[in-house]
Nanobody, 115 residues
């Protein structure tokens, strides 16, 4: 069994920064894509950023230039550096990974951004 555990969420003021981290643990024999999704209040869960094994990245337009996704393959960890946070970034952020040929999700971490 594998687990994804996020950390780094919390209340931040508009214009501030946070760094989320997600560690995959357990019996891992393959790790492919990793990424971050978010669910804003009253909305569906949407992709924020994605990173492939080789480091290729993709971002939703609303976070381009403000958020940076990275990964440490040796540690099975994915990061999301969030700068210039805005109230509209308020959401529960979920880590995602394609592990052992299955979709895996973290439990989510809250990021409220105050104006």
């Amino acid at each position: 069994q594998v687990h994804l555990v996020e950390s780094g969420g919390g209340l931040v003021q508009a214009g501030g920064s946070l760094r989320l981290a997600c560690v995959a643990s357990g019996s891992i024999f393959s790790v492919a894509a990793m990424g971050w999704y978010r669910r804003a209040p009253g909305k569906q869960r949407d992709l924020v950023a994605y990173i492939g094994v080789g480091g290729s990245t993709n971002y939703v337009d609303s976070v381009k230039g403000r958020f940076t996704i990275s990964r440490d393959n040796a540690k099975n960890t994915v990061y999301l550096q969030m700068d210039s946070l805005q109230p509209e970034d308020t959401a529960v952020y979920y880590c995602y990974a394609f592990l052992n040929r299955r979709d895996q999700w973290g439990q989510g971490t809250q990021v409220p951004v105050s104006s």
